[in-house]
């Protein structure tokens, strides 16, 4: 019931693409569904964040959408670019708890 | 945004040695750390909770004589490892949460610790 599976392990894009990672929990109590991107050798960086009382958030080129009753969400990268290559976590907490972690996406976009 | 610092950046051990590990919030007073574990190419593990002026909750399979947590002040918390052994090598990384009433839920991450044993 903790678990969040983030669809797929890895993704190649082509620069100017839209890259969309993909993530489903089965607990209901989760009330918070952050997104971070890491680059190699270096920590956690928190992209954008949801709330379960919401659909869609947009910051820039990151687009977060949830869909409650499916116990879905995705980020969605407009215009990806090759900057972009990182690997991406999504994540899910309770109640201002811990964080339950995906397994991570690899995202590779070329040039 | 928050920072999070922590040092050192990378430590080379001889097996049997400890290790301290330091993660501070730089700009705001973080009442609850966390730390984790990444091994290459996997997710984050999270090894402890650690709760300023009280015992650090370990997750289970950690073993608690082993990652030693000291939370003494709202802006530092440690980690020592203990006797490292080559298995312990791995990348360490804290995160630090927003005080509540600021911000729902968010966690900071520090740029993590690459620790190798030999």
């Known amino acids: 019931q903790q678990q969040v599976k983030q669809s797929p392990q890895s993704l190649i894009v082509q620069k100017g693409g839209i890259s969309i990672i993909n993530c489903a929990y089965e607990?209901?109590?989760?009330?918070?569904f952050p997104w971070y991107q890491q680059f190699p050798g270096k920590g956690p960086a928190l992209l954008i964040a949801?709330?379960?009382?919401?659909s869609e958030k947009k910051e820039g080129r990151f687009t977060i959408s949830f869909n409650k009753s499916a116990k879905q969400f995705s980020l969605h990268i407009m215009d990806s670019q090759p900057g972009d290559s990182a690997t991406y976590f999504c994540?899910?907490?309770?109640?201002?708890?811990?964080?339950?972690f995906g397994e991570g996406t690899q995202l590779t976009v070329n040039p | 945004g928050a920072v999070v610092s922590q040092h050192p950046s990378w430590v080379i051990c001889k097996s049997g040695t400890s290790v301290k590990i330091e993660c501070r919030s730089l700009?705001?007073?973080?009442?609850?750390m966390f730390w984790y574990r990444q091994f290459p190419k996997q997710s984050l593990m999270l090894m402890a909770t650690?709760?300023?002026?009280?015992?650090?909750?370990?997750e289970q399979g950690v073993e608690k004589d082993k990652f030693l947590i000291n939370h003494a002040s709202l802006t530092l918390s440690t980690l020592t490892v203990t006797s490292a052994h080559p298995e312990d090598s791995s990348f360490y990384i804290c995160?630090?949460?927003?005080?509540?009433?600021?911000?729902?839920?968010?966690?900071?991450f520090g740029p993590g610790t690459r620790l190798t044993v030999l």
């Open positions: 949801i709330r379960p009382d919401v």
């Open positions: 700009d705001f007073q973080a009442t609850t």
């Open positions: 995160s630090a949460k927003w005080p509540k009433g600021i911000s729902y839920n968010e966690q900071f």
């Open positions: 994540a899910a907490s309770k109640g201002g708890s811990r964080l339950t």
């Open positions: 607990n209901t109590a989760f009330d918070y």
């Open positions: 650690s709760n300023e002026g009280s015992k650090a909750t370990y």
